[in-house]
């Protein structure tokens, strides 16, 4: 159960309001990302942070058109335009550990609010 190597897209909430903001390399996202990109609007990228994900499941109730579960009960991403973009964010928002993030189309983290 070791976490060595593995890069948290979000911070710990010890460290949250000390962190920088900084932008994230899309390029380098770790193995337990799961993203999708959006035709359109404003939520242009959909990412879970399956580290994070603790199989609540809440985001796939709201939205499952976008999310669901894999075999390890962490959720992912299916279709990024399976919903329309009022669900997706209330599918963000009912995660209780905040696992779902949206950007706009510039890379600017929409949801959770920082
Ligand atoms: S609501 Fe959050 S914790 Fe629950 S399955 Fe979705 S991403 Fe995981």
Do not use: W
């Not at 994070?52 to 058109?65: E, L, T």
């Not at 964010?89 to 993030?101: E, I, R, Y």
């Amino acid at each position: 159960m070791s976490d060595a190597g593995k890069t948290p897209l979000r911070p710990s909430a010890d460290q949250g309001s000390k962190e920088p903001k900084m932008p994230i390399n899309f390029d380098t996202l770790p193995e337990d990302i799961s993203m999708k990109i959006r035709a359109g609007g404003k939520i242009r990228r959909i990412v879970v942070d399956r580290e994070a994900c603790i199989g609540a499941q809440s985001c796939v109730v709201v939205a499952p058109g976008v999310f669901q579960m894999d075999d390890d009960n962490l959720a992912y991403v299916t279709d990024p335009n399976g919903e329309d973009e009022d669900t997706v964010m209330l599918g963000a928002q009912s995660c209780p550990v905040l696992a779902v993030h949206l950007y706009d189309e510039e890379g600017n983290q929409i949801f959770p609010e920082e």
